[in-house]
T-cell receptor, first 123, second 107 residues
Framework: EVQLVESGGGLIQSGGSLRLSCAAS????????MSWVRQAPGKGLEWVSV???????YYADSVKGRFTISTDNSKNTVYLQMNSLRAEDTAVYYC?????????????????WGQGTIITVSS | DIQMTQSPSTLSASVGDRVTITCRAT??????LAWYQQKPGKAPKLLIY???NLASGVPSRFSGSGSGTEFTLTISSLQPDDFATYYC?????????FGQGTKVEIK
């Protein structure tokens, strides 16, 4: 079964750091663009970051310079290192797979999502 | 930056109704436009990709259309399981942008 399972969430003080993990099964993460998407309480979805073509990365302006996405292909796991956390980073963080596109490319859509992990940043 | 605006923000409808949700972009975009359904406490579910392609396992009452700056998601006959929040999302050059969402409520 194709699946993503996030972990690492919790309560953290403003200015602190946290690392989220996303363990994939049923497919190989190096074959897909992998992203993190977040959702603040009662709000809509906000894309955070993508990793593609092995080590290339891109970030939303709201997290650029504070968050780092990475992968460990031996563990088939995607990570999100979050530093200098702010109250506005409080959200459910989802790991999401960009659907297969037949190569090193994006399909433009997320077909597999994890269950989410909750980050609460206290000020 | 291209922004995505959905309308309406909330929609009240009855079972059996035909429902249309619109997503407008501030600039002409390619057809890398997707639609998702999200229920409370759950992860989003992909419904439509590339503007009009039905994702695997999604009922045929869902359809997507549009091009340029205006795209629509249509539910031909609303079912009880369809009451949820719907998001559009575009992709361009490694950036993914979501619309603000449309909540479909029971009338």
């Amino acid at each position: 079964e194709v699946q993503l399972v996030e972990s690492g969430g919790g309560l953290i003080q403003s200015g602190g750091s946290l690392r989220l993990s996303c363990a994939a099964s049923g497919f190989t993460i190096s074959n897909n663009y992998m992203s993190w998407v977040r959702q603040a309480p009662g709000k809509g979805l906000e894309w955070v970051s993508v990793i593609y073509s092995g080590t290339s990365t891109y970030y939303a302006d709201s997290v650029k310079g504070r968050f780092t996405i990475s992968t460990d292909n031996s563990k088939n796991t995607v990570y999100l290192q979050m530093n200098s956390l702010r109250a506005e980073d409080t959200a459910v963080y989802y790991c999401a797979r960009d659907a297969d596109c037949g190569g090193d490319c994006s399909s433009g859509a997320f077909d597999i999502w994890g269950q989410g992990t909750i980050i609460t940043v206290s000020s | 930056d291209i922004q995505m605006t959905q309308s309406p923000s909330t929609l009240s409808a009855s079972v059996g109704d035909r429902v249309t949700i619109t997503c407008r972009a501030t600039h002409i975009i390619n057809n890398w436009l997707a639609w998702y359904q999200q229920k409370p406490g759950k992860a989003p579910k992909l419904l439509i990709y590339m503007a009009s392609n039905l994702a695997s396992g999604v009922p045929s009452r869902f359809s997507g259309s549009g091009s340029g700056t205006e795209f629509t998601l249509t539910i031909s006959s609303l079912q009880p399981d369809d009451f949820a929040t719907y998001y559009c999302q575009k992709y361009n050059s490694y950036v993914y942008i979501f619309g603000q969402g449309t909540k479909v409520e029971i009338k």
